[in-house]
Antibody
Framework: QVQLVESGGGVVQPGGSLRLSCTASGFTFSNYGMHWVRQAPGKGLEWVAFISYDGSNKYYADSVKGRFAISRDNSKNTLYLEMNSLRAEDTAVYYC???????????????WGQGTLVTVSS | DIQMTQSPSSLSASVGDRVTITCRASQGISNSLAWYQQKPGKVPKLLIYAASTLQSGVPSRFSGSGSGTDFTLTITSLQPEDVATYYCQKYNSAPPLTFGGGTKVEIK
């Protein structure tokens, strides 16, 4: 069955950096685009970043552009999110989710990881 | 960027009631609209995609409609297990995903 497992969350000081990982299994990872979506405590869902199946296309929310970088290693079935210059407002649970695209159409994520909590605090 | 606006932000209804949640896009998105259910402490669950297509395994009391800018999620007979926050989401155009603000559904 499809599994997405995030890791790398924790407590970091403002201005600090953190790298999240998402390890995939149960599907052909290299055929799927991937998203990062976050949810601040008690708040709604916010899309963060997307990477295409081969890593050639990347998109970012304005709130993280220039600070976060999405990448992937298809040989390791792993998605990454490098987060720099972290702010208190980046505190959230970060989910990875599959983002399948085919024939020029993309589809809403069906499979999500359980999430990893990032807390930015001094 | 396209904005997604949901209403109401919360509602309280009785078991067996018909519940309707609306979602409006700031620009036309054809039928590239999905609905998710998120229970407290849980991962979002895809209920409906392409505005009206029920995801496999989702109870038939859930339905979606709309196209262009105005969309609706309907629960025909609210059940206790439907207590959750519901999000609309547009997809298939840049930026890749945009969520509505959510609608919290409670039992009266």
């Amino acid at each position: 069955q499809v599994q997405l497992v995030e890791s790398g969350g924790g407590v970091v000081q403002p201005g600090g950096s953190l790298r999240l990982s998402c390890t995939a299994s149960g599907f052909t990872f290299s055929n799927y685009g991937m998203h990062w979506v976050r949810q601040a405590p008690g708040k709604g869902l916010e899309w963060v970043a997307f990477i295409s199946y081969d890593g050639s296309n990347k998109y970012y929310a304005d709130s993280v552009k220039g600070r976060f970088a999405i990448s992937r290693d298809n040989s390791k079935n792993t998605l990454y999110l490098e987060m720099n210059s972290l702010r208190a407002e980046d505190t959230a649970v970060y989910y990875c989710a599959e983002g399948y695209c085919s024939g020029g159409n993309c589809y809403p994520p069906d499979y999500w990881g359980q999430g990893t909590l990032v807390t930015v605090s001094s | 960027d396209i904005q997604m606006t949901q209403s109401p932000s919360s509602l309280s209804a009785s078991v067996g009631d018909r519940v309707t949640i609306t979602c409006r896009a700031s620009q036309g998105i054809s039928n590239s609209l999905a609905w998710y259910q998120q229970k407290p402490g849980k991962v979002p669950k895809l209920l409906i995609y392409a505005a009206s297509t029920l995801q496999s395994g989702v109870p038939s009391r859930f339905s979606g409609s709309g196209s262009g800018t105005d969309f609706t999620l309907t629960i025909t007979s609210l059940q206790p297990e439907d207590v959750a926050t519901y999000y609309c989401q547009k997809y298939n155009s840049a930026p890749p995903l945009t969520f509505g603000g959510g609608t919290k559904v409670e039992i009266k």
